[in-house]
């Protein structure tokens, strides 16, 4: 029989066919086997908890990275004279997001 190549989506196929006595019985064709879990159940907060901390990371970087673009545009050396509240905003855009993100695992 030749391999068969089914979407992830198909779980089994099943076709009906007649036995001895006449009766439908169903045969199972193909049955898709479950993946194997990449990770530990006990480990698996933790991992939630280091991809958030991951998140709210990016979106401080992400913020204060466009933030300095701006300065820098605005005004010569502008991105040393806001680095303060440039950083303090940032940082409170990264606390925004991990209040709502690391509370909800």
């Known amino acids: 029989m030749d391999v068969l190549r089914l979407g992830k989506s198909i779980k089994r196929i099943t076709v009906l066919q007649a036995d001895s ?11 898709s086997r479950g993946r194997k879990k990449k990770s ?4 698996r907060p ?22 300095h673009k ?3 545009r605005r005004s010569r050396d502008g991105w040393l004279r806001e680095m303060p509240n440039n950083a303090l905003r940032a940082a409170g855009k990264g606390f925004r997001k991990g ?6 695992l």
Do not use: H, I, K, Q
Not at 46 to 67: F, H, N
Not at 99 to 104: C, E, V
């Open 21 to 31: 006595s006449g009766a439908c019985v169903p045969v199972v064709v193909f049955e």
């Open 40 to 43: 530990s159940r006990e480990l």
């Open 46 to 67: 933790a991992e939630r908890m280091t991809v958030a901390c991951g998140d709210v990371a990016s979106a401080a970087a992400a913020t204060y990275l466009r933030r």
């Open 70 to 72: 701006r300065s820098n």
């Open 99 to 104: 209040s709502g993100d690391l509370w909800r």
